[in-house]
């Protein structure tokens, strides 16, 4: 139970579904990510012959037509088929149909989704048509499915939630503070069950041309792309770019306890805070980012050397991966190197907003199934770079406690703790 706020009802993980580069579906995407497997590869979506970088980390294989009525096709982002379709498996997961709930228990269903870019592939594709002269072909409802807030609308109108419906959009942390939030909630009794978690599909011209100029996407791999998300090594160069969706159900944990559900995890702790020091870069010292780890910890009220697992931010940035390394020994100390800990981006590159998400999978993966997913692409370590990230293949192991760490644009940094129930 969190100690950080005066809740008193523990917050229960039931239900989990997703679309991923390695998979569409949760047990396609373990399976994957168990084998080490990478989803990055050529960019099919457009043409990207004129672009420095022409490879990314695509779910390929997601028919997006089936989670959409005909008439809705052209007039939302690609974020809100994705996380229709991760959402129906999750509720599928979890035994819950919305559609058949009570007024009342409808009023206490909500959605909090994490999203770093949410419609901006959609306005860019929309703005397209507008200059081109070919306004027939865009959508009149432009502006309000470019906004964050209309993704978790969608959810809300397709299940006939009336609970909260909001979008937290804090960058590359964002899922995971939307993963607290939708907690909170609960264990504050305002909420009975939420969908949380996070979406995001940047794969778009405009997008990929904003990355290149900010010098932060590996250009060294367009002719072998499974090898480009190099999280750790010493001749990483840069992100690849990852689209996706992690949606997971919560529940207050004695109802679905008795219900009979299947509880994956408990949330246990969170912290969060910000380096205050540059729109995209960490500070060197890398205390605020250990300091949120030491938050979430706090908050679950557990010492450095219960924790199983972590789940690392590794973006494949020279100086990100560094600076992460840097914060887990100012966290955990010697006991940093006692700790098995993986990037989950070295096989599906980098969802943005989506990438906490996607980690709370990977940490639900090790808490269920005793498999913790490897770091792939780690040949030859950075000598800076020297704890256990699980290299290249998984590892079995018992995990009862995993922590999630995030570091965002803006100098955000977001930590989770997830408990095997008890």
Same mark, same amino acid.
């Given at each position: 139970?969190?100690? =950080?706020?005066?809740?008193?009802?523990?917050?229960? @993980?039931?239900?989990?579904?997703?679309?991923?580069?390695?998979?569409?579906?949760?047990?396609?995407?373990?399976?994957?990510?168990?084998?080490?497997?990478?989803?990055?590869?050529?960019?099919? $979506?457009?043409?990207?012959?004129?672009?420095?970088?022409?490879?990314?980390?695509?779910?390929?294989?997601?028919?997006?037509?089936?989670?959409?009525?005909?008439?809705?096709?052209?007039? @939302?982002? /690609?974020?809100?088929?994705?996380?229709?379709?991760?959402?129906?498996?999750?509720?599928?997961?979890?035994?819950?149909?919305?559609?058949?709930?009570?007024?009342?228990?409808?009023?206490?269903?909500?959605? @909090?989704?994490?999203?770093?870019?949410?419609?901006?592939?959609?306005?860019? !594709?929309?703005?397209?048509?507008?200059?081109?002269?070919?306004?027939?072909?865009?959508?009149?409802?432009?502006?309000?499915?470019?906004?964050?807030?209309?993704?978790?609308?969608?959810?809300?109108?397709?299940?006939?939630?009336?609970?909260?419906?909001?979008?937290?959009?804090?960058? #590359?942390? $964002?899922?995971?503070?939307?993963?607290?939030?939708?907690?909170?909630?609960?264990?504050?009794?305002?909420?009975?069950?939420?969908?949380?978690?996070?979406?995001?599909? *940047?794969?778009?011209?405009?997008?990929?041309?904003?990355?290149?100029?900010?010098?932060?996407?590996?250009?060294?791999?367009?002719?072998?792309?499974?090898?480009? #998300?190099?999280?750790?090594? !010493?001749? /990483?160069?840069?992100?690849? &770019?990852?689209?996706?969706?992690?949606?997971?159900?919560?529940?207050?944990?004695?109802?679905?306890?008795?219900?009979?559900?299947? &509880?994956?995890?408990?949330?246990?702790?969170? =912290?969060?805070? #910000?380096?205050?020091?540059?729109?995209?870069?960490?500070?060197?010292?890398?205390?605020?980012?250990?300091?949120?780890?030491?938050?979430?910890?706090?908050?679950?009220?557990?010492?450095?050397?219960?924790?199983?697992?972590?789940?690392?931010?590794?973006?494949?940035?020279?100086?990100?991966?560094?600076?992460?390394?840097?914060?887990?020994?100012?966290?955990?100390?010697?006991?940093?190197?006692?700790?098995?800990?993986?990037?989950?981006?070295?096989?599906?590159?980098?969802?943005?907003?989506?990438?906490?998400?996607?980690?709370?999978?990977?940490?639900?993966?090790?808490?269920?199934?005793?498999? &913790?997913? *490897?770091? &792939?692409?780690?040949?030859?370590?950075?000598?800076?770079?020297?704890?256990?990230?699980?290299?290249?293949? $998984?590892?079995? !192991?018992?995990?009862?406690?995993?922590? #999630?760490?995030?570091?965002?644009?803006?100098?955000?940094?977001?930590?989770?703790?997830?408990?095997?129930?008890?």
């Amino acid at each position: 139970m969190f100690k =950080g706020f005066n809740g008193t009802r523990r917050v229960a @993980v039931t239900g989990f579904g997703c679309v991923t580069p390695i998979g569409i579906g949760r047990e396609a995407f373990w399976e994957s990510l168990a084998n080490g497997r990478s989803g990055t590869r050529r960019i099919e $979506s457009f043409d990207p012959s004129n672009f420095k970088v022409q490879i990314a980390g695509e779910a390929v294989g997601f028919d997006w037509e089936t989670q959409l009525e005909q008439q809705d096709r052209k007039h @939302v982002p /690609r974020t809100v088929p994705l996380a229709l379709a991760a959402a129906r498996e999750a509720i599928a997961d979890a035994g819950v149909d919305p559609l058949s709930l009570t007024d009342d228990e409808a009023r206490h269903f909500g959605v @909090v989704l994490g999203t770093g870019g949410g419609g901006l592939a959609f306005t860019e !594709k929309q703005f397209g048509h507008w200059y081109s002269g070919n306004e027939r072909k865009g959508s009149i409802y432009t502006i309000p499915s470019s906004t964050h807030g209309g993704l978790s609308s969608e959810l809300s109108m397709v299940f006939g939630l009336h609970g909260l419906s909001h979008v937290i959009s804090t960058g #590359c942390t $964002s899922s995971t503070d939307a993963f607290f939030y939708a907690a909170q909630h609960i264990a504050l009794g305002r909420q009975d069950i939420m969908f949380t978690g996070g979406v995001d599909s *940047p794969i778009a011209p405009g997008i990929l041309r904003g990355f290149e100029v900010m010098r932060v996407v590996t250009d060294k791999w367009n002719h072998d792309p499974g090898r480009a #998300c190099r999280p750790f090594s !010493k001749d /990483r160069s840069g992100i690849v &770019i990852g689209e996706g969706s992690w949606i997971f159900v919560l529940e207050e944990f004695e109802k679905a306890r008795a219900r009979g559900a299947k &509880i994956y995890a408990e949330v246990a702790g969170y =912290g969060a805070t #910000c380096d205050a020091y540059h729109r995209v870069r960490l500070e060197e010292n890398g205390v605020e980012p250990a300091r949120a780890m030491t938050l979430a910890m706090d908050d679950a009220g557990i010492a450095t050397k219960k924790i199983d697992y972590i789940n690392l931010h590794g973006t494949s940035t020279e100086l990100n991966d560094r600076i992460e390394t840097k914060a887990l020994k100012l966290a955990f100390g010697e006991q940093a190197y006692n700790i098995p800990m993986s990037a989950t981006k070295s096989q599906i590159g980098h969802p943005q907003g989506a990438a906490g998400a996607a980690g709370i999978g990977a940490a639900l993966l090790a808490i269920d199934k005793g498999i &913790i997913a *490897p770091t &792939i692409n780690l040949e030859e370590p950075d000598p800076d770079c020297d704890l256990d990230y699980v290299p290249n293949v $998984s590892r079995e !192991k018992k995990v009862d406690f995993a922590l #999630c760490n995030c570091i965002g644009f803006g100098s955000k940094n977001s930590a989770l703790v997830l408990i095997r129930p008890a």
